[in-house]
């Protein structure tokens, strides 16, 4: 009874990847060999991490500090986006620079960083975005998930 069960299992995934296989090429061929576009494309296979996957514009990816065209950062300390954030994990420390407030550090703690973009959405600055594409980030140790913003920008 066991091995029948293992029998049909098998027939079962051999029929799934039998038909994965039948429509994939058959949009493959309409789209690459007729030429002909379809809604619907065959599953493509990314070589990475040679080869990424495009992102989508609205995806969050790592932390990026805007600058003004003096080279100045964009954040002026009002930290909107520290009380915004629900894991605690942004530190901002502004100074007055010539006249004005200007962060002079700004660490995320990516380790405790939900990538949830309440952050972007609190600044009334536009200082602080979630688009530097960055998401294969790693470190050998938590400390090199700590990243200050005005030192290591990502973009
Ligand atoms: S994305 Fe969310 S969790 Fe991460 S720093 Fe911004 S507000 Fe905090
Ligand atoms: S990044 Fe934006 S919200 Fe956060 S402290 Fe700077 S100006 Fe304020």
Do not use: W
């Amino acid at each position: 009874m066991k091995g029948f069960l293992y029998f049909f299992e098998t027939i079962k995934g051999l029929l799934i990847t039998a038909k994965h296989l039948i429509v994939n090429s058959f949009f493959h061929t309409l789209n690459y060999v007729f030429r002909i576009k379809t809604k619907r494309k065959g599953s493509v296979t990314y070589q990475y991490p040679e080869e990424k996957k495009p992102l989508y514009p609205r995806d969050r990816t790592l932390h990026r500090m805007m600058f003004r065209d003096d080279g100045k950062p964009r954040c002026v300390g009002c930290m909107l986006c520290v009380t915004a954030c629900p894991s605690d994990c942004i530190y901002v420390k502004a100074e007055e620079v010539d006249g004005e407030k200007i962060a002079t550090t700004f660490v995320v703690n990516v380790n405790r960083c939900a990538f949830c973009g309440y952050c972007v959405e609190a600044c009334p600055e536009d200082a602080i975005r979630m688009d530097s594409g960055k998401l294969d980030f790693v470190g050998y140790s938590t400390n090199e998930m700590i990243l200050n913003l005005l030192k290591n920008n990502q973009k």
